[in-house]
């Protein structure tokens, strides 16, 4: 069975969705990105979804949900890459995929993931704090 890579880079867990996504992709890349946060201790993920051409209303929730369970674990979530067709797709099956946050590309989604996790630091004190 096929798995979707995970990546990481630095502190941050980057998903490249390359192929079609059917519902138990959906769910393993779940199982998947969710054991390796609470394993290595990511803050962020962003999942770049954009050779999606399609996605029904499954795919569409299970986004929102390994957003929602990314962040109890800590990490933020990015996703990048969104095609428009799939964006009015999402919003005709009135998902709004709150707790997602968005960018057109790889490189502004890292952008968002490294401002949020600075603004973390500071605010709570971690490793980027200047108290």
């Known amino acids: 069975m096929d798995r979707i890579p995970i ?3 630095g502190p941050f867990l980057l998903v490249t ?9 959906a769910m ?3 199982e998947d990105l969710t054991g390796r ?3 290595g201790g990511a803050t962020g993920v962003l999942i770049d979804i954009s050779s999606l051409e399609m996605v029904d209303s499954f795919i569409g929730r299970m986004l929102g949900e390994i957003a929602g369970m990314s962040r109890i674990l800590g990490a933020e ?3 990048v890459g969104m095609q428009p067709s799939v ?6 099956l009135g998902l709004s995929l709150k ?4 960018a057109l590309n790889v490189e502004r989604g890292m952008e ?8 973390s630091e500071a605010t709570y004190g971690g490793p980027g704090s200047q108290r």
């Open 37 to 39: 946060i609470a394993a």
């Open 7 to 9: 990546l990481k880079m």
């Open 77 to 79: 979530t990015v996703v």
């Open 99 to 102: 707790g997602v946050r968005t």
């Open 28 to 30: 393993m890349l779940q």
């Open 87 to 92: 964006a009015i797709t999402l919003v005709e």
């Open 17 to 25: 969705i390359q192929v079609d996504m059917h519902d138990r992709l």
């Open 112 to 119: 968002l993931l490294r401002a949020s996790v600075d603004e």
